[in-house]
């Protein structure tokens, strides 16, 4: 097991680097044919705008940029360091092309207020990218618009306002039903959207209780929503079950598609009777991801449901690619302009170069990859596989370190912590919250099995020290930048400074 020291340098916020009148670059005057052509660029700005004192920013010169950012780049880790089985949120490789597609000019200085006829070419992209993502999902019609996972998901409850609002039972339908093995942001689009959340609990193979199921759906039922294969990896054999239950109850089925790595060119939602999906095009289409953003959140429907999808939607006429605004019964805007194109322009280069058989075979190696952790980790003293150990997984699994807790007081989360020390980052922990002690595990299909192997004796490892110096996982991480955070320091907001004014008024507080 190769031990991993993070590069630790001391440095300086970009605000206490750099002197007064230190330049990096400096513009050229402006010339004087043009000063004739644009005028005095002073009386441009109008006076109201104009800054009495200029902001501060910091003076620096080129080189202390490039080290400044380069050595914060080596106290960091990402998916390009190595293995980042982030279970859930899915952070595999994303090829490098896409970003020089995104980034190009001919996409990056397009400007949405420009006329369509000249704007034919991202327009098809655009268009382009609906139809695979439709085929992929099985469903009708997708927009392109949400900015994330959960906008989409509030984007799908919106739609199923509207459709039990034309139905005259929008008062009467005020539930929405949502496992207890989901995503977080689930319930609380349903909340966001005016919904009362009814939790349906797993059964015993960690699947939706069919029982439990039928006793909470009732004409209040405005929808479901869940995630097949669930977050424990496994797929809900029931699934056809469950939608039929639903729909003679008159709710709609809301499919959680962040995650699309196990079924890509497999299944599809809409064929399992899914009325509404959404997807991550930042988890499964290849745009790097974390901390926040840049994302998409893709929603597709059943022709049903496609009256209510927001408006712009991209059109084509057979010749021309057209925005069509009118959709009279649409929920409206949900975001300006089109969606977040150069997100979007990276999930078309990315389908278009895997290829339908490029697309299964991303599912099929990510399940094979999910499964060979899974058997490897649940034989490792202090750790359990939860559930039916003979299923297989799907594109994650979640272990528990309960017995480790038990015999050492070691946790799941200073695994977690102990694993950065050996230069993996953590996995998702203490999620989904019906397993005790989960590390929730989802290889991708990006890594070699070597890496997966060094993943398997990084935890082998720590149980060895688990079992013999459990203050030493207590302790970790020790070989990172950063060592153990305060955790309740760190979510205490007020203990944080965001801003370099904020940090300079805290200093000045103490
Ligand atoms: C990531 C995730 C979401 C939320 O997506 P965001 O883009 O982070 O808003 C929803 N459901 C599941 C299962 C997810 O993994």
Redesign the pocket.
């Known amino acids: 097991m190769s031990t991993f020291r993070q590069a630790r340098w001391n440095e300086p916020i970009i605000f206490e680097l750099g002197k007064v009148h230190r330049r990096g670059f400096a513009l050229p005057e402006i010339e004087e044919e043009i000063k004739q052509v644009i005028g005095d660029v002073q009386l441009l700005m109008p006076q109201k705008m104009k800054r009495e004192t200029p902001p501060k920013l910091p003076e620096l010169s080129e080189v202390e940029v490039t080290r400044h950012f380069i050595r914060l780049s080596q106290m960091n880790y990402g998916v390009d360091s190595g293995l980042y089985p982030l279970g859930?949120?899915?952070m595999k490789y994303n090829p490098k092309i896409n970003d020089a597609l995104a980034t190009s000019p001919t996409v990056a200085l397009l400007h949405p207020y420009q006329d369509p006829q000249t704007t034919q070419g991202i327009l098809q992209i655009l268009y382009t990218l609906s139809r695979w993502l439709a085929e992929i999902t099985g469903t009708y019609e997708v927009c392109l618009q949400p900015s994330?996972?959960?906008?989409?998901?509030l984007l799908g409850v919106l739609i199923i306002r509207a459709y039990h609002k034309r139905n005259g039972e929008l008062k009467k339908r005020s539930e929405i039903i949502v496992p207890d093995s989901?995503?977080g942001?689930?319930p609380a689009s349903a909340t966001m959207g005016g919904y009362r959340v009814i939790v349906v609990p797993s059964d015993a193979d960690g699947c939706v209780d069919i029982e439990a199921l039928k006793s909470v759906v009732s004409e209040r039922t405005a929808g479901l929503m869940l995630?097949n294969p669930n977050?424990l990896g496994i797929f809900e054999k029931n699934i056809e079950e469950i939608a039929r239950i639903v729909h003679e109850a008159g709710g709609l089925l809301y499919y959680?598609g962040?995650?699309l790595n196990a079924i890509l060119g497999k299944t599809r939602p809409g064929d399992m009777g899914f009325d509404i999906v959404h997807i991550?095009i930042?988890?499964t289409f290849g745009t790097p991801?974390g901390g926040g953003g840049p994302?998409a959140?893709p929603v597709g429907v059943s022709e049903e449901l496609e009256r209510f999808l927001p408006v712009p939607r991209i059109g084509f006429d057979g010749k021309d690619y057209f925005l069509d605004y009118n959709k009279p019964d649409s929920v409206g805007k949900i975001r300006s302009f089109y969606g977040n194109i150069a997100v979007l322009v990276r999930a078309y280069a990315y389908i278009l170069s895997l290829g339908a058989e490029g697309l299964q075979e991303v599912a099929e190696v990510s399940v094979l990859n999910a499964n060979y952790l899974a058997k490897k980790l649940a034989e490792i003293r202090g750790f359990e596989l939860p559930y039916d150990k003979q299923k297989p997984r799907k594109h994650e699994c979640v272990i528990s370190a309960k017995p480790m807790a038990k015999e050492t007081g070691v946790k799941a989360l200073n695994v977690s912590k102990r694993l950065l020390d050996y230069g993996v980052h953590a996995p998702t922990t203490y999620f989904p919250l019906i397993v005790d002690e989960a590390l929730m595990i989802e290889p991708t299909e990006s890594f070699e099995k070597e890496e997966l192997d060094r993943f398997v004796d990084a935890v082998k490892k720590i149980s060895q020290e688990a079992y013999s110096n459990p203050q030493l996982v207590l302790n970790a991480p020790q070989n990172t930048a950063c060592t153990r955070l305060d955790e309740v320091k760190a979510s205490h907001p007020q203990s944080m400074a965001l801003s370099w004014k904020m940090y300079l008024k805290k200093r000045k507080d103490i």
Do not use: I, L, P, V
Request: charged letters at 10%; proline letters at 0%.
């Open positions: 859930s949120c899915t994330a996972g959960a906008h989409g998901e989901a995503h942001t689930n995630t977050t959680d962040a995650n991550n930042h988890k991801h994302g959140g």
